[in-house]
């Protein structure tokens, strides 16, 4: 599968209006997804190797915005746009941006912060959150929306522990041979900042804003060893994805809570979709 072939194929997937209800479209939704994580390439050789070395950074990011505007627990699913913050002009700009001429007035900009070429954004609204990387007008990634991990009866703060991961995967970098491994997620008031470790010792600190926090490490594809089948030659993976911890920390510097994977397929990335595919398993636990 070439990445022409996978953006093609994730475009019409965040295309269509409704969900998939039979197998069919479920297992390929599944694979889709699995490709994404795994960004298999059929080019191997000199080019791959150059993007094999990998060397752990600390990054410390925060978002743009000048004041934090955190958001309560209350108010139930129907008024969770209405609780959302407004965008400003640039911040509108990014959502169309984001969007590719979707619906704009049902989104918000969350949390964004800046990287390499534009910028990291998470925008929501009622349906969910969508991430993409931007440098103004367009961005890298097809503007899928993934739903509310979670209960939604509290609104979006309703969840129990200070803080809950929505998404850990990779997006598509501004340069074509580069990747975020992103982590994004929700922080209750009294969460100020947010501390994301991955394997191999890469780590970020980035600030919640708004009750949202979105924090990134740059990687690289790398050979995967491991992969088999007619596929398999060539193929290429990011292990970066993975997170070792997620801890939230308050005003006075002290950590009130710490998220660990609790399952394998937590381990290997999260999205809400593995949720709802009924293939997933043993289902996250990021779901409840």
Not at 29 to 51: E, F, H, I
Not at 141 to 155: F, I, L, N, R, S
């Amino acid at each position: 599968m070439t990445d022409q072939m996978l953006k093609d194929a994730l475009t019409a997937l965040a295309d269509r209006a409704e969900p998939a209800d039979d197998l069919t479209d479920r297992l390929t939704d599944r694979a889709l997804r699995t490709a994404a994580r795994r960004r298999m390439r059929t080019a191997a050789g000199a080019a791959a190797l150059a993007l094999a070395a990998v060397v752990p950074v600390a990054v410390i990011a925060g978002g743009d915005r000048p004041e934090s505007r955190v958001l309560g627990p209350t108010g139930g699913p129907s008024r969770i746009a209405d609780a959302l913050p407004d965008d400003t002009p640039e911040e509108r700009a990014i959502t169309r941006a984001c969007l590719r001429g979707g619906r704009v007035s049902d989104f918000r900009v969350l949390t964004r912060q800046r990287v390499p070429g534009g910028q990291l954004v998470e925008i929501g609204g009622a349906r969910g959150y969508v991430l993409c990387v931007t440098g103004g007008g367009d961005n890298t990634e097809p503007p899928q929306v993934h739903a509310w991990p979670g209960g939604t009866d509290g609104g979006l703060f309703g969840f129990d522990a200070p803080l809950r991961v929505d998404g850990i995967r990779q997006v598509q970098a501004m340069k074509w041979d580069e990747l975020h491994a992103v982590v994004v997620g929700r922080a209750k008031p009294g969460v100020t900042r947010v501390d994301v470790a991955w394997d191999g010792g890469r780590t970020a600190r980035v600030a919640v804003h708004d009750g949202f926090f979105i924090a990134q490490t740059p990687t690289r594809m790398m050979p995967d060893d491991e992969a088999t089948g007619p596929m398999s030659e060539g193929a290429m993976s990011s292990p970066t994805i993975r997170v070792a911890t997620v801890t939230g920390y308050d005003g006075a510097g002290k950590a009130v809570h710490t998220w660990r994977p609790q399952v394998p397929t937590e381990e290997a990335g999260f999205v809400p979709e593995d949720c709802t595919d009924g293939l997933t398993s043993p289902r996250p636990t990021l779901c409840d």
